[in-house]
């Protein structure tokens, strides 16, 4: 037994090492032994963000060393773009002009208005729904080819006198069949939309927009890193940066009137974090950081009013840690957390309201258990640890009104042991257990199952059946064709023959692979054949 002397010795060791382990990540001013113990929280705000221990938790200091290691910088060999001021109506933007690539396409909606091609030619044009074509000639563009092998025109488009624009498209279909090339645009008093251009890195639009839905507008521009726009009034950001695979730190956008937010980061591969958005409004929150596979972390949403947070999170491998959230209204989790492989564990989320949990932690390879969610709603359990490979148990979640279950389990090689779910109301069980590590099914209530193709399967590599893990299935009331082909007992065969539903027509169960059969007396084999089962 340790005494007091033994205890106070361990706990300066213990301070000792907490101070140069703080050192060592980089506090600023350094820790030293005559630093109070309360201190040394305070010391641990001083870590720079990059040097942060464990896993990264999100605050505003932490976002704000993420965006400014990840600031934008616009290439120096670029040309400036003139100023827009708030109270015009003008538009301008960088376009490249490759050998290959000489032509540029617009539309303006609303008045009549000049176009300045940036290449001596000037024009007026009508506006409407109508693409204007512009040929560029390479030779004798002024300016010299960059780095990257093209040439610069700024394009200028202001209104006729008397005439109000409202919209910019910036991509149609080029006659080489190509894809526009702007690189920076800026805009006043006209709502800009970019379309599919996959050069396009800087957008910024001075004053508020006139429209209320921006879904997708800056969906497929690849390159986009830097955006500045005043997003007052708007409700729909559905798709906004869908695709931006290059931005790591979005904007500060004013998302406070915002109801849906689906997909709004879908695709940005390169995302790290994000900054503290009002979704206070927000119903749909279904894809928003969907395939945000460098996403590390995000602050504490406020999700009170939605209602879809299907696919919230899915693909994102490298997020470590799920704020708090509040998801008491939400109704769908399908696939909410789906291929999450950085995530450990979960918050003890508000799921009552959930009525469809399919595929909620499907291939999150490092979870290894779950928190007692309350499913008591769920209908639909399909694949909700499909693929959970590292996941040991699970708790006694609440199935009661689940009807589709298959493959919830199916994959999952560390799970060893299941609760006795409630399935009574079970229609399908399909690949249920598929390549599980459960050694015993326990007694299931399957009297109402009508799909169970699969269910008890497992590959074995280098087998040439396949074969089961576990070695006793308890399941009750199975009325139709099912299979378990592996390597149950006699004895276990005979519990599987009792606890099959009498007075089937045409059912067959097919048991004849288990190394236990050939010991099955004809009395075993009438327990089942007498309630109308066929043996195979």
Request: charged share 10%; glycine share 10%; proline share 4%.
């Amino acid at each position: 037994m340790s005494t007091l002397t033994d205890e106070a010795t361990y706990l300066n060791d213990s301070v000792s090492l907490l101070r140069a382990k703080i050192n060592a990540k980089g506090a600023s001013p350094a820790v030293t032994g005559s630093t109070p113990f309360r201190s040394l929280v305070a010391a641990l705000d001083t870590i720079p963000a990059s040097m942060s221990i464990g896993a990264p938790v999100w605050s505003q200091p932490y976002f704000d060393a993420v965006a400014a290691a990840n600031a934008y910088v616009r290439p120096s060999s670029w040309l400036a773009l003139p100023a827009v001021t708030l109270g015009q109506q003008k538009f301008v933007g960088l376009y490249a002009v490759f050998p290959e690539s000489t032509f540029a396409v617009i539309q303006v909606r609303g008045g009549d208005f000049t176009v300045d091609w940036g290449d001596g030619v000037v024009e007026n044009l009508v506006g409407g729904t109508s693409y204007h074509t512009h040929a560029y000639d390479f030779n004798t563009l002024t300016g010299s080819a960059i780095d990257r092998g093209y040439k610069q025109a700024i394009i200028t488009v202001t209104p006729q006198a008397g005439q109000t624009l409202t919209i910019m498209m910036l991509s149609g279909t080029l006659p080489s069949g190509a894809l526009t090339t702007w690189l920076d645009v800026a805009s006043t008093g006209i709502d800009v939309y970019p379309g599919v251009t996959p050069l396009l890195e800087k957008v910024t639009i001075v004053g508020p927009l006139a429209a209320t839905s921006i879904s997708r507008l800056f969906a497929g521009c690849q390159a986009l890193q830097s955006v500045s726009m005043n997003t007052t009034g708007v409700t729909d950001f559905a798709g906004l940066f869908g695709g931006c695979s290059l931005m790591k730190t979005p904007p500060m956008l004013d998302t406070s009137q915002g109801t849906s937010f689906s997909g709004m980061f879908s695709g940005c591969a390169n995302l790290v974090t994000l900054p503290q958005y009002d979704t206070a409004q927000g119903l749909d929150l279904s894809y928003m950081f969907g395939g945000c596979s460098s996403l590390q972390t995000i602050p504490l949403l406020d999700t009170t009013k939605a209602t879809s947070a299907a696919n919230m999170f899915n693909g994102a491998g490298s997020l470590q840690t799920i704020p708090q959230l509040d998801t008491s209204s939400v109704t769908t989790f399908d696939s909410m957390f789906s291929a999450c492989d950085a995530l450990t564990e979960i918050p003890l989320l508000d799921t009552s309201s959930g009525t469809t949990f399919n595929g909620m932690f499907a291939s999150s390879k490092s979870l290894t258990t779950i928190p007692l969610l309350d499913t008591s709603k769920g209908v639909n359990f399909a694949g909700m640890f499909l693929g959970c490979s590292n996941l040991t148990h699970i708790p006694l979640l609440n199935t009661a009104l689940g009807q589709t279950f298959g493959s919830m389990f199916s994959e999952c090689f560390m799970l060893a042991y299941i609760p006795l779910l409630n399935t009574a109301n079970a229609l399908d069980i399909t690949s249920m257990f598929y390549d599980t590590g459960v050694a015993i099914i326990p007694a299931l209530d399957f009297s109402n199952v009508t799909s169970a193709s699969s269910v008890f399967y497992a590959s074995t590599t280098g087998a040439t059946d396949a074969q089961t893990t576990f070695s006793s299935m308890l399941a009750i009331g199975l009325k139709v064709n099912f299979d378990i082909p592996g390597g149950l007992s006699r004895a276990a065969l005979v519990t599987v023959f009792n606890n099959l539903a009498s007075g089937v027509t045409g059912k067959s169960i097919g048991v004849s692979s288990n190394w236990g059969y050939a010991s099955l007396s004809a009395a075993d084999k009438l327990i089942a054949t007498n309630k109308g089962w066929t043996l195979r």
